[in-house]
């Protein structure tokens, strides 16, 4: 049989970092807890007042997409993020950090034009307003875009930590 290959355990991360992280997983915690309640707020409405909650289904999918960026971060500091690494687990030493490096390089650029399309279609959008709530769309994708100038910071980090950990291991 083949041998199993433990993942490795991400380093600690500066201290900034870690508690924005923290906050940032409070904020996702209390964004789902709201979609709970506006979910069976809006379910009783329907149910026993036969009315709808139109502020609600929009609250409850803007919650959604915020919660998804706000976690995204706080996975890839802790290196929980979703990773195929049945390949890079049976590459040697070296070939595997590189690997990674570029995995991560990846992402920086990913989040650069993410960043760099979000400030293209909000210098249009900004001024518009969503149907239900009337909240103008630049309180919806700012936090994402910072997630996403988050979501850089950490994987430059996490560059670092690679280098330095394979600088240790010469």
């Known amino acids: 049989m083949a041998e199993t290959i433990s993942i490795e355990e991400p380093a600690p991360a500066p201290r900034a970092l870690e508690v924005l992280c923290r906050v940032l997983l409070a904020v996702a915690t209390a964004l789902i807890i709201l979609v709970a309640v506006l979910l069976v707020a809006q379910v009783a409405a329907r149910n026993l007042w036969n009315i709808g909650l139109p502020r609600a289904e929009e609250l409850m999918r803007l919650a959604g997409v915020l919660v998804v960026y706000t976690t995204a971060p706080v996975l890839a500091l802790r290196g929980q993020h979703v990773a195929v690494d049945v390949f890079i687990n049976l590459l040697p030493r070296l070939p595997r950090a590189a690997c990674l ?59 670092a930590t690679i280098v330095r950990t394979e600088r240790a291991t010469q």
């Open 101 to 159: 490096v570029i995995a991560e390089l990846s992402m920086m650029l990913f989040c650069v034009l993410t960043v760099y399309g979000g400030w293209l279609y909000l210098q249009r959008a900004w001024k518009f307003k969503t149907a239900a709530l009337g909240l103008p769309n630049i309180y919806l994708y700012a936090p994402i875009m910072a997630c996403f100038v988050l979501l850089f910071i950490i994987s430059a980090w996490r560059i």
